[in-house]
């Protein structure tokens, strides 16, 4: 079963983990907590001086065993030699001095000189190894809290810069890079994958260089120490070394695949929170339920398949630990038996190790955490490396204050390079103050002309011009800081009703942001409110009718007081009267400025300098509404479709594509 499990996640995974980012994608995130250099060093400063601190214990350990064995042997030889005829002594003086490892030369008065001494020793130097292991060990545990300390900071510090390079990285890429990508999959990048490579960078990584140098200063001690015992127990390394990198190609796929299903289940629970409303509306509940209940036992098999994965790495490492173990067990015991081992010696030897053994076993979870590390630094670096559609020149200019003046020549455009195009060859020529109307059947480009001239969307033939610039000369800042748009899908953002309107702008005064909302004929409803314009809008605007988002929208934009204005069914949420009051203002506001108004009522556009008619991505007619009821077939019929009440039934069929 575990081997099914692998070789599926393998095959599933195995295109998105042979690409070049995946490969130094590692490199590229250590590069970020170098940006510390000498902050970043600490940590591994501390960490060398605990691990040297670990690694004297196990001496001053045998040195307190051999202290007091040397202090206990030496005190029964003493009361044997008390028992034992002088005669019998002197004949058997050599063997006893070459058992406890004195010079044969000497004789009984020296013997019993050295073991009177070794008794007189053995408390002081009880007290001296004694007092040496807790100074070992409070200097252990004072830069062990150190390199903890530094660790933890400097990982924060490059969560911190990954998520706000994550931030800015997708404020700036284009609009088609969204139309491509769901939320849930972006926030879980910000939010989860870079914690997961946090927690590597300021835990995984210290500990996997504290092992290497916990085992290289392990190996160092045991062979110093006996390097015939030392050589019974290396066959553990290599076999330790191939399993961990055996389960490290297996693991990693796997976490990628578990990151790939959270951001599945995110996705899900982030659009059915945006659309509650929409899911009660229409009972679907239960549906709704059924599929995120599906998702998340996608996502708990795929943890559970990680589970049986490392349930069975974990006991297998702890078994090679164990025959090492038993190997040094029966080796040592050996040669204490033969003499050539003191006790001592032995339990450093047993203590050293475990050391060695602690290292193995911890890069178990160091593979864990590497694993999904590497998995959750890919996603990131994707979206950091990404290419944006609507990138700026290195040479662009600042368009001076705009006069109004926009052209398009000869436009085409098709979403994401491919597919049929959305326009097909649309010029037409916009004079400084002229409100142009833009109308036709869903999906015929209307909104996506709009999109065109603030450069959310760049052209795929040909040019767009403001003021006789290309839009794509100037910088992106200078362009779109003079154009007020208020689209049909109003967005409204946390906070007061003031900060909304003034978010364009936060330094107007209070004059001119109740200027706007007077305009955009919202004043009068926000002052019924008991706090003004402090009321606060809840999230996306929850506390505040369509018409009211609508309208606070409509002051947004007014109050950047811009040279273009765009309005994408701005009227299409409030009633017959809302409607006469907003026309009325915007009348007066849009003399001196370029507007472009698109509206499904021909009442909003009848008096429009210019009525562009759309269908199927071209513009069919053009020219004022006289000319075009006499002129334009489909115009006339919209006409009078509206006039019978009954718009719909004129409204061609149409592929409704995005952006529109």
């Given at each position: 079963m575990i081997n099914a499990d692998l070789r599926q996640n393998r095959v599933a995974l195995r295109p998105s983990l042979n690409t070049a980012p995946a490969r130094g994608v590692m490199q590229r995130a250590f590069r970020y907590l170098s940006r510390y250099r000498a902050q970043a060093l600490l940590p591994y400063v501390f960490l060398l001086i605990a691990t040297l601190a670990q690694l004297a214990v196990p001496r001053m350990v045998r040195n307190m065993i051999d202290a007091v064995t040397r202090g206990a042997v030496a005190d029964q030889v003493l009361k044997a030699l008390d028992k034992i005829p002088s005669a019998f002594i002197n004949q058997a003086l050599p063997r006893i001095l070459e058992l406890l490892n004195y010079p044969t030369t000497w004789d009984l008065q020296q013997l019993r000189d050295r073991l009177s001494l070794d008794v007189s020793n053995a408390p002081g130097a009880l007290m001296r190894a004694a007092f040496s292991i807790v100074i070992f060990a409070a200097v252990r545990g004072l830069f062990a809290f150190l390199q903890s300390y530094w660790a933890e900071r400097n990982s924060q510090a490059v969560a911190f810069d990954l998520r706000n390079d994550l931030y800015a990285k997708i404020q700036r890429l284009s609009f088609s890079y969204h139309d491509r990508q769901q939320t849930g999959q972006l926030m879980v990048r910000a939010t989860d994958d870079v914690e997961k490579l946090r927690l590597f960078l300021g835990q995984g990584l210290l500990q996997l260089v504290g092992?290497?140098?916990?085992?290289?200063?392990?190996?160092?001690?045991?062979?110093?120490?006996?390097?015939?015992?030392?050589?019974?127990?290396?066959?553990?390394?290599?076999?330790?070394?191939?399993?961990?990198?055996?389960?490290?190609?297996?693991?990693?796929?796997?976490?990628?695949?578990?990151?790939?299903?959270?951001?599945?289940?995110?996705?899900?629970?982030?659009?059915?929170?945006?659309?509650?409303?929409?899911?009660?509306?229409?009972?679907?509940?239960?549906?709704?339920?059924?599929?995120?209940?599906?998702?998340?036992?996608?996502?708990?098999?795929?943890?559970?398949?990680?589970?049986?994965?490392?349930?069975?790495?974990?006991?297998?490492?702890?078994?090679?630990?164990?025959?090492?173990?038993?190997?040094?067990?029966?080796?040592?015991?050996?040669?204490?038996?033969?003499?050539?081992?003191?006790?001592?010696?032995?339990?450093?030897?047993?203590?050293?190790?475990?050391?060695?053994?602690?290292?193995?076993?911890?890069?178990?979870?160091?593979?864990?955490?590497?694993?999904?590390?590497?998995?959750?630094?890919?996603?990131?670096?994707?979206?950091?490396?990404?290419?944006?559609?609507?990138?700026?020149?290195?040479?662009?200019?600042?368009?001076?204050?705009?006069?109004?003046?926009?052209?398009?020549?000869?436009?085409?455009?098709?979403?994401?390079?491919?597919?049929?195009?959305?326009?097909?060859?649309?010029?037409?020529?916009?004079?400084?103050?002229?409100?142009?109307?833009?109308?036709?059947?869903?999906?015929?480009?209307?909104?996506?002309?709009?999109?065109?001239?603030?450069?959310?969307?760049?052209?795929?033939?040909?040019?767009?011009?403001?003021?006789?610039?290309?839009?794509r000369d100037v910088t992106l800042q200078s362009l779109r800081s003079q154009i007020g748009i208020v689209l049909q899908e109003t967005t409204l953002f946390s906070g007061t009703i003031r900060e909304n309107i003034a978010f364009g702008k936060p330094e107007a005064t209070m004059d001119e942001i109740i200027a706007a909302a007077k305009a955009a004929a919202a004043h009068d409803f926000i002052m019924s409110f008991p706090q003004g314009y402090d009321t606060p809008v809840g999230e996306r605007g929850a506390t505040l009718s369509g018409g009211q988002k609508q309208r606070i929208a409509l002051a947004r934009a007014l109050l950047l007081n811009p040279g273009i204005l765009i309005l994408d069914e701005a009227t299409s949420n409030v009633d017959v009267a809302t409607e006469a009051q907003i026309q009325a203002a915007l009348q007066h506001l849009m003399k001196g400025r370029t507007s472009f108004v698109i509206a499904q009522r021909i009442s909003t556009v009848m008096n429009a300098d210019l009525i562009l008619v759309l269908d199927k991505g071209q513009i069919v007619a053009q020219g004022r509404h006289e000319e075009l009821l006499e002129e334009s077939e489909i115009y006339a019929e919209i006409y009078s479709s509206q006039l019978q009440g009954d718009e719909s039934q004129f409204v061609p069929d149409a592929v409704i594509l995005p952006g529109d």
């Open positions: 092992a290497i140098i916990l085992l290289s200063g392990t190996l160092i001690l045991l062979f110093t120490t006996n390097a015939g015992l030392a050589l019974t127990t290396l066959w553990i390394l290599p076999v330790a070394l191939v399993l961990f990198v055996v389960f490290s190609r297996i693991s990693r796929p796997m976490f990628t695949r578990v990151q790939q299903r959270l951001s599945e289940l995110n996705t899900i629970l982030q659009e059915n929170l945006a659309g509650i409303k929409v899911i009660k509306a229409f009972v679907r509940e239960r549906e709704e339920q059924v599929k995120f209940r599906a998702a998340a036992d996608r996502l708990m098999n795929q943890q559970i398949a990680i589970a049986r994965l490392f349930t069975f790495l974990f006991p297998f490492a702890f078994l090679i630990a164990n025959l090492g173990q038993a190997t040094i067990l029966y080796a040592g015991g050996q040669r204490i038996i033969q003499g050539m081992l003191t006790l001592g010696e032995w339990q450093e030897f047993s203590l050293y190790l475990i050391f060695l053994f602690l290292p193995i076993a911890q890069f178990g979870f160091i593979i864990n955490q590497f694993s999904q590390a590497s998995a959750s630094a890919v996603r990131i670096f994707e979206i950091l490396d990404a290419q944006s559609d609507v990138i700026e020149k290195p040479d662009a200019i600042t368009l001076p204050p705009i006069q109004g003046h926009v052209k398009f020549e000869n436009v085409s455009f098709r979403y994401f390079g491919s597919g049929e195009p959305v326009l097909k060859n649309v010029s037409f020529e916009v004079q400084p103050g002229q409100t142009v109307a833009l109308l036709g059947a869903t999906g015929s480009g209307k909104t996506t002309i709009i999109n065109l001239i603030p450069r959310f969307y760049d052209p795929t033939e040909e040019r767009v011009l403001i003021d006789g610039y290309d839009i």
